[in-house]
C-alpha cells in the first residue's frame, strides 16, 4: 500500500521519562530462535486516557526493563498527565474533546495513529486504556508479537440482539441507514474489540480513508464497530462483486495479515441489572492465568492502587 502523506500528521517526538521513570538500561536476552529480526521493529503504546495511568509503577517497571529504542509512547489524554505520570511529554498535540461510547473515541484513536506513524521506525501499535497493564514483561510482549506479524483484531458478527436495545432511560442502537455506503445492513455491521493492535499498514489505510462523518450522532459504541467494518469495506471495494455477507466480510478483514485475537482480558459480572466489566482491585495468579490462557497480552479495568504483586511475579517466570 502507498505510504501516508497527510500534512495534518502530528510530528510528535516520545520524550524519555525523568525522576522516578527514568529508565534502567539493561542488555535485552537473546531473540529467540526463527523469530523475524526484532531490530526493526518499534512498538508504540497509544494510551487513550482521561490523565494518567491507574497503574503508574508497574508500567514505569514495565519500560524501565526494555531498550529505549524497542518502543514509544503516546497519549491522548482529556486532562495533561501528572508530572510523576509515565506518560508526561508523551501527550500528543492533537487532542479530541471525547465523550463515552461516541465516535469522537475512534476520531481520538486516529490521531493517535497519525502521531505514532509519523515515526517510521513504529512498525506495531498498541492501543491500551489507562486501565491497563501488561500480562508479560516488556521483552515477551514484543517477542509474541513477532511471532505474530499483522494486526491483531478481534473480528465477529454482531448478535442481532445487540444492534438495538432498549434500555431503561434511553435506546441503543448501533446501525442506521447512514451507515450503508460502509455496512449496507444490519445484518452486516462486524464487531471488535477497542482494544487492538495496529500493524503499519492497517493503521495507513485508516488514515488515507476517513468514514468517521458516517456514525455520527446517536449511534452507540461506533469504537466496537468502525475499524472493522472500514478495513472490511475497504478490502471488499477492491475486489470482483460478489453477494455480501457477514462470512465475506469478516473473510476480508482476515485475508490480510490480521489474527482474530483479544489483545485485552476483562472480567465480566453483574452490575446492577446487566453485565458490565468488573474493576479489578487485586490481580491474583488465578486471574492471570485465564487472561493469558485467552492469549491476551494485556489485562483491563485494573483499579488505581490495586494489588498487582501476583503480576510482577508473573513477568518473571
Not at 40 to 67: K, N, P, V
Not at 95 to 111: C, D, E, H, K, M
Not at 193 to 217: C, I, K, N, S, Y
Request: hydrophobic content about 45%.
Amino acid at each position: 500500500r502507498p505510504r501516508v502523506r497527510d500534512p495534518r500528521i502530528v510530528r510528535e517526538r516520545s520524550t524519555p521519562a525523568k525522576g522516578p521513570h527514568a529508565r534502567r538500561h539493561r542488555q535485552r536476552r537473546p531473540e529467540a530462535p526463527g523469530l523475524p529480526a526484532l531490530a526493526s521493529m518499534r512498538i508504540a503504546f497509544l494510551f487513550l486516557t482521561r490523565g494518567g495511568l491507574h497503574a503508574e509503577d508497574l508500567w514505569a517497571e514495565f519500560f524501565a526493563g526494555a531498550d529505549p529504542e524497542a518502543f514509544a509512547v503516546y497519549a491522548h489524554s482529556k486532562e495533561e498527565p501528572p508530572p510523576s505520570s509515565v506518560l508526561a511529554g508523551r501527550r500528543i498535540t492533537e487532542i479530541v474533546p471525547t465523550a463515552w461510547g461516541t465516535i469522537s473515541l475512534v476520531r481520538a484513536t486516529l490521531a493517535l495513529l497519525r502521531a505514532a506513524c509519523a515515526d517510521p521506525r513504529c512498525t506495531r501499535l498498541v492501543l491500551l486504556s489507562e486501565s491497563c497493564v501488561p500480562l508479560y514483561a516488556f521483552d515477551e510482549i514484543r517477542d509474541r508479537l513477532a511471532r505474530e506479524p499483522g494486526a491483531w483484531m478481534s473480528v465477529a458478527p454482531t448478535p442481532s440482539w445487540m444492534i438495538h436495545q432498549r434500555g431503561p432511560t434511553r435506546e441503543f442502537v448501533r446501525w442506521r441507514p447512514s451507515l450503508a455506503p460502509v455496512v449496507p445492513t444490519p445484518a452486516l455491521l462486524l464487531k471488535q474489540q477497542q482494544w487492538m493492535v495496529f500493524d503499519r499498514p492497517l493503521a495507513e489505510l485508516h488514515l488515507r480513508v476517513d468514514h468517521t462523518g458516517l456514525w455520527d450522532g446517536d449511534l452507540f459504541a461506533p469504537d466496537e464497530h468502525y475499524f472493522v467494518n472500514v478495513t472490511a469495506h475497504e478490502v471488499l471495494a477492491a475486489t470482483p462483486a460478489a453477494p455480501r455477507t457477514p462470512e465475506r466480510a469478516a473473510a476480508a478483514v482476515l485475508g490480510l495479515p490480521v489474527r482474530n485475537a483479544k489483545v485485552t482480558h476483562v472480567e465480566w459480572g453483574v452490575v446492577g441489572n446487566g453485565r458490565a466489566p468488573l474493576k479489578l482491585t487485586r490481580v491474583d495468579e488465578e486471574l492471570i492465568g485465564r487472561a493469558r490462557g485467552e492469549g491476551c497480552l494485556f489485562l483491563r479495568k485494573v483499579a488505581p492502587g490495586a494489588d498487582t504483586g501476583a503480576l510482577r511475579a508473573a513477568w518473571r517466570q
